[in-house]
């Protein structure tokens, strides 16, 4: 399951993402003692489809991946959402040592807060089909 890595690849290499969020992109559950704002990812569901006929080493795999974002407040929970959509783009290329054959946007999650701590959160989730080594 490569899943996580491409896309905490594309997230970190983001500048305009980066200026928000820093470091603070994990693969599993966030910690509660980062710093917000911050990016969590998680692998949700995993499609192997085969073998690749010209290849041994590889299985094409579709994965549903979901980046949750964790913020102060609302706007900031806003702004970092519209800021994930925009650094994952499709398209056939290599991101993190993993061939990528392409990646779409799906479905935007609910808005999750506790006011009282001052969590806002939030998930957009992407279909992403990818070479996975074996």
């Known amino acids: 399951m490569s899943d996580w890595k491409i896309i905490r690849a594309l997230l970190a290499a983001?500048?305009?993402?980066?200026?928000?969020?820093?470091?603070?992109?994990?693969?599993?559950?966030?910690?509660?003692t980062v710093i917000l704002p911050a990016l969590s990812i998680q692998s949700v569901s995993n499609i192997p489809h085969g073998r690749v006929a010209d290849?041994?080493?590889?299985?094409?795999?579709?994965?549903?991946?979901?980046?949750?974002?964790?913020?102060?407040?609302?706007?900031q929970q806003a702004e970092i959402i519209r800021l994930v959509g925009s650094a994952?783009?499709?398209?056939?290329r290599?991101?993190?040592?993993?061939l990528v054959a392409g990646i779409q946007r799906d479905i935007i999650g609910p808005d999750l807060s506790d006011e009282n701590a001052g969590i806002f959160e939030q998930t957009r989730d992407f279909r992403v089909t990818y070479f996975d080594p074996i």
């Open 55 to 75: 290849t041994a080493t590889t299985v094409l795999t579709t994965s549903r991946t979901q980046v949750t974002v964790h913020a102060k407040n609302i706007g």
């Open 88 to 92: 994952i783009r499709g398209g056939r």
């Open 94 to 98: 290599v991101v993190a040592g993993i």
């Open 14 to 32: 983001d500048a305009p993402l980066a200026a928000v969020v820093g470091a603070r992109i994990v693969a599993g559950t966030l910690k509660s």
